[in-house]
Structure formats: C-alpha cells, structure tokens
C-alpha cells in the first residue's frame, strides 16, 4: 500500500457500482484490508436512514455542500493502483468532530459484519 493514506483519510476513487460508474469520495476504514466507506452528495435511499450521516465542510475540507456517509456498506475490493491514484489526487483528513460523530452513530448500529463495525471504532 502507497504512503500517505491513513484511516480517516478521505480520496477520490473511480466507484464501478454506481450507474453509471463514477469517481466518488471515499473514505478510508483499515488500509491492511483496504476498507472504504462511500461518501455521497444524497442519502443512499435504498439503506436505512439512520445509517446516512451528513457531514459538512468543517467535517471534511473537500466538500462544498452537505454530503452524506454511508455507514450500510463496506468496500473492500478497490485495486491496489486505484488506491494509489487516489493518494496521488490528493488526501483529505475526516475532521476529528465527526470521526467522533460516526463512531458514536456506528456504536449503536448492527448493519456492518462486526469485524468492519470494531475497524471503524478502533480506527477513526
């Protein structure tokens, strides 16, 4: 794994699973495993609402409207390069208020497997 990623960590990343596929902020969980949460500019509609948190620019320096982090899904199948040109794109850090934030929300939740649920209280 390239240096300069640490968890907490948002880049831009080519997101295939969109439709069409597009680059989407990403924010990183365990760099070992490569886990990244999906950030948005709408809530996923599909995922429970409680699992949409909005984060702001003082959250997060690369936005420029409300966005929202969803905390339904993981990803941990982006390529190794697809990382690392997102490194190269530029690293923005998650504001410690809203690591705090997602943690306390992600505490009570049951919609991530435990393994990635205690990566994201332990990292962030």
């Known amino acids: 794994m390239p240096n300069g990623l640490t968890p907490g960590d948002a880049i831009w990343m080519r997101f295939p699973y969109s439709d069409p596929p597009k680059n989407k902020l990403c924010l990183c969980i ?3 495993e490569h886990i990244f949460l999906i950030i948005s500019s ?3 509609s599909a995922a429970p609402a409680d699992s ?4 702001h620019k003082e959250d997060l320096d690369v936005l420029s409207h409300r966005s929202f982090l969803d905390t339904s899904k993981y990803y941990d199948n982006f390529p190794p390069q697809e990382i690392a040109r997102g490194i190269r794109g530029g690293v923005c850090p998650l504001s410690q208020p809203a690591r705090a934030r997602i943690k306390h929300i992600v505490s009570g939740q049951w919609y991530l497997i435990e393994r990635v649920r205690k990566k994201i209280l332990n990292n962030l």
């Open 30 to 32: 365990c760099i070992e």
């Open 42 to 44: 709408r809530a996923y």
């Open 52 to 55: 949409q948190i909005a984060l």
